[in-house]
């Protein structure tokens, strides 16, 4: 009898970039990001989630923009983000507000070119007493011009450094419960999926309009 063929390896559902706002070494919030790739890589076959390191962007300056190009570390950032079906952030929440890197991330991924038009997204993040709620609305606010599509429900607020211990010193998820808050793949392949139909539904319907 014939051994049965291989089979092939299984398609990608999805490429997702995930960014963290916090360029600690031991970042919670990072820690969330390889937490969620981990959980959400054994639920859902073909998904990949690709962190994507947003250290060696220089601050943003128009000035080092010549002849249509970008320096060779924001091209190679926009690059991922174009590749990228959706998006996650992971953000702490610094002064009230998005972290520094983070927001320089999303300005040169904006520039023209806009690299994050009309694709979902999702939001996770660690922080102090708020878990990071205020940094997330206004990630929202800065979506609403990038025209990036955010998942409203559920919203994930870690509270880090309130018991129960949620992280390692080395920045790992380590509690069970937030584990569980941050397995939202499904979801987020569902929206995409959404907004994907939407957009070829929109597109039709602009083509055939007399």
């Not at 299984?10 to 031991?26: D, N």
């Not at 040169?108 to 999702?122: I, L, V, Y």
């Not at 990036?148 to 080395?170: G, M, Q, S, W, Y």
Request: with cysteine; glycine share 8%.
């Amino acid at each position: 009898m014939a051994a049965p063929a291989a089979q092939p390896p299984p398609k990608t559902v999805l490429r997702v970039a995930a960014i963290s706002g916090s360029l600690r070494r031991a970042s919670a919030n990072t820690g969330l990001i390889r937490a969620a790739a981990e959980i959400c890589g054994e639920s859902i076959p073909g998904l990949h989630i690709d962190h994507v390191d947003i250290s060696e962007l220089p601050l943003l300056n128009t000035d080092l923009e010549a002849g249509g190009r970008f320096p060779p570390a924001v091209e190679a950032f926009r690059d991922k983000v174009r590749a990228a079906d959706c998006f996650l952030f992971a953000s702490p929440e610094y002064n009230y507000s998005i972290s520094g890197p983070l927001k320089n991330a999303l300005d040169w991924g904006s520039r023209p070119p806009n690299c994050w038009a009309d694709r979902a997204a999702a939001m996770l993040s660690a922080s102090g007493g708020s878990g990071g709620s205020r940094s997330q609305y206004h990630i929202r606010q800065v979506g609403v011009f990038l025209d990036i599509h955010f998942i409203n429900r559920p919203e994930v607020f870690t509270k880090a450094h309130l018991p129960p211990r949620k992280f390692d010193a080395d920045g790992n998820l380590i509690d069970s419960e937030t584990k569980e808050q941050t397995n939202g793949g499904a979801l987020l392949v569902r929206w995409t999926e959404q907004i994907v139909t939407n957009s070829k539904c929109e597109s039709h319907i602009l083509v055939d309009a007399p």
